[in-house]
């Protein structure tokens, strides 16, 4: 493996200790094994041994800063003289700024945190934790004020996309010169087994990214935006935003489709890789001629745990409650 600014992300064998509504690996949580902790270990040596001089640490089911090891692991890389050694994570922890200043020690080198909106009890609701927006907000203010790169990444989920645009205001504001990405690829990953009504409740429509993204535009015009699961038609409707193909290494869940009835005849047709199947799938998503930008619908928070409830196959407790982190009151 050759040298790069990539890392390649491990699982470091920690629960993870936020309930999200869209997970993907929500209930299928990898069995914690005796000795997950020296495979880590051993493929770090390999990707060391292999050349690589950066990693990941945080995958699929795991949270790496519940496993009280994590300072070891990222010595243990950097001992191997990986250059950079990246944290994905809820970003609860890192509310705790003693903790922080810990990994930095050990040799952490920047950090990656999800967010949602700044509207709390739709975000708490959707991370399924309380006060989860908070501490990941305060995770973000830490990095700044100790001088770690952090990217912010904004989750594009349709009960909070009207708090999007305040979200990337504010993000863009503390984080400065850093780096703030706007996500949607979850838009195109849908667990498997999500209900009709969950998949109605969640994925935005085509059109509501359109409309979220233009006014996130408009908001931070400084900001590069960036669009992966939004069909070309709907990209040349927003000024400034730059389409990328989707990437083919995301797994089988993620299928492109260029159905005629909507396909042809556009401008686009020849160069764009088309409309995401999941939404040509299943009628809740309401895939509808012409493709515009349209102004998602607004759902309180109680309304949300409600409908999110209500849903009976996805409500079913997976795990223990795990105590609040610090900082995320």
């Not at 001089?53 to 990222?74: K, N, W």
């Amino acid at each position: 493996m050759a040298s790069g600014d990539t890392p390649v992300f491990l699982p470091v064998p920690g629960p993870c200790d936020l309930r999200c509504a869209w997970c993907n690996w929500r209930g299928r949580e990898p069995a914690p094994a005796a000795d997950a902790l020296a495979r880590l270990r051993g493929e770090l040596d390999r990707l060391a041994a292999d050349g690589a001089r950066a990693v990941g640490l945080g995958l699929f089911a795991t949270e790496p800063t519940t496993h009280p090891a994590l300072p070891e692991v990222i010595r243990h890389a950097r001992g191997l003289g990986f250059e950079r050694v990246t944290l994905s994570t809820s970003g609860l922890r890192l509310a705790d700024r003693a903790y922080l200043r810990e990994l930095q020690r050990a040799g952490l080198s920047d950090v990656v945190v999800t967010l949602g909106s700044l509207e709390h009890g739709l975000a708490d609701a959707l991370f399924g934790h309380p006060g989860a927006t908070a501490a990941k907000l305060a995770a973000v203010e830490n990095c700044v004020a100790e001088e770690i790169p952090v990217v912010a990444m904004l989750l594009f989920l349709r009960p909070i996309l009207h708090g999007l645009a305040d979200a990337a205001d504010r993000l863009a504001r503390t984080l400065a010169r850093a780096r703030l990405s706007l996500v949607h690829g979850c838009v195109a990953d849908p667990v498997p087994d999500t209900s009709p009504a969950r998949f109605a409740l969640l994925w935005p429509r085509l059109g509501e990214l359109a409309w979220t993204i233009a006014r996130v535009r408009e908001r931070t015009p400084g900001f590069e935006l960036h669009a992966r699961s939004l069909p070309l038609c709907l990209v040349g409707q927003v000024p400034g935003l730059k389409a990328e193909a989707p990437d083919p290494g995301r797994g089988s869940l993620v299928q492109w489709m260029k159905p005629p009835a909507l396909c042809d005849g556009c401008a686009t047709a020849g160069s764009c890789w088309g409309i995401h199947a999941g939404y040509l799938a299943d009628p809740a998503a309401e895939v509808r001629l012409p493709l515009r930008p349209a102004a998602p619908p607004r759902l309180a928070a109680l309304a949300l745990e409600q409908a999110l409830a209500a849903d009976a196959a996805d409500v079913a407790p997976r795990r223990p409650p795990f105590p609040s982190a610090a900082g995320a009151s």
